[in-house]
């Protein structure tokens, strides 16, 4: 009963680590950069917040299956297959809860003031400089709100992982999964005592992000 719940933390807490590696960049990019084809790079972005999430997952499976570039040269350097493994649904949830954290990263970083930027190009700092130095500190509690959203969102997680990971126990069945299983075997009782403890998880962390939004 534990594992599903275990592997789901495990899940969205990696997500919610790494996820600011790509978001933060790409959300400064958007917030302040002008180039062509800017407008298609915010779409393919968001995208995965507005497609079903079997589209999104039948996709991912396409594309780290075995048969594809980026499945054959993991399953080549590692020995294992990308699909249907715990690094395979972490890939899938990165790249589903992308839009999550860039909206937010993207409204905090839009919402600084722009001397801030033209001070930073006056004393000669590079972008990457700036970005680190001055924009990233003073955007912290749009960092935080972003990385509460993901973690929520990430909990409950379902038709992407279940595409791209299956069902196995202890690697890949998350708690979204295993309620769907129990209320399918009629085993309602397990499937109240899963949901019984993500509905506080998920709620605490609504509340966090409600606060950090009155504190800005």
């Known amino acids: 009963m534990l594992e599903p719940l275990v592997l789901s933390a495990k899940l969205a807490l990696i997500t919610?680590?790494?996820?600011?590696l790509a978001a933060a960049p790409l959300a400064y990019v958007l917030a302040f950069r002008r180039f062509p084809g800017k407008s298609l790079l915010d779409a393919l972005v968001s995208l995965p917040m507005v497609l079903p999430p079997t589209v999104l997952g039948f996709a991912l499976l396409l594309?780290?299956?075995?048969?594809?570039?980026?499945g054959a040269a993991w399953e080549s350097l590692t020995g294992h297959r990308l699909v249907f493994s715990f690094t395979g649904i972490l890939l899938a949830s990165l790249v589903y809860n992308l839009p999550f954290a860039v909206q937010p990263l993207r409204t905090a970083f839009e919402k600084l003031d722009p001397r801030l930027l033209e001070a930073c190009a006056v004393l000669g700092m590079s972008p990457i400089a700036?970005?680190?130095?001055?924009?990233l500190p003073c955007s912290l509690p749009g960092l935080a709100a972003a990385s509460v959203l993901v973690f929520a969102h990430s909990l409950?997680?379902?038709?992407?992982?279940l595409m791209v990971g299956g069902s196995i126990p202890g690697?890949?069945?998350?708690?979204?999964?295993?309620?769907?299983?129990?209320?399918?075997a009629l085993r309602y009782d397990d499937a109240f005592k899963l949901c019984l403890a993500l509905v506080p998880m998920s709620f605490v962390a609504l509340l966090a992000i409600n606060r950090m939004n009155r504190g800005r």
């Open 16 to 20: 919610t680590l790494l996820i600011p």
């Open 63 to 70: 594309v780290m299956s075995p048969q594809s570039p980026l």
């Open 171 to 184: 690697s890949t069945r998350v708690a979204a999964i295993a309620i769907y299983e129990a209320v399918e």
């Open 156 to 161: 409950g997680e379902f038709g992407v992982i």
């Open 130 to 135: 700036a970005f680190f130095r001055v924009v």
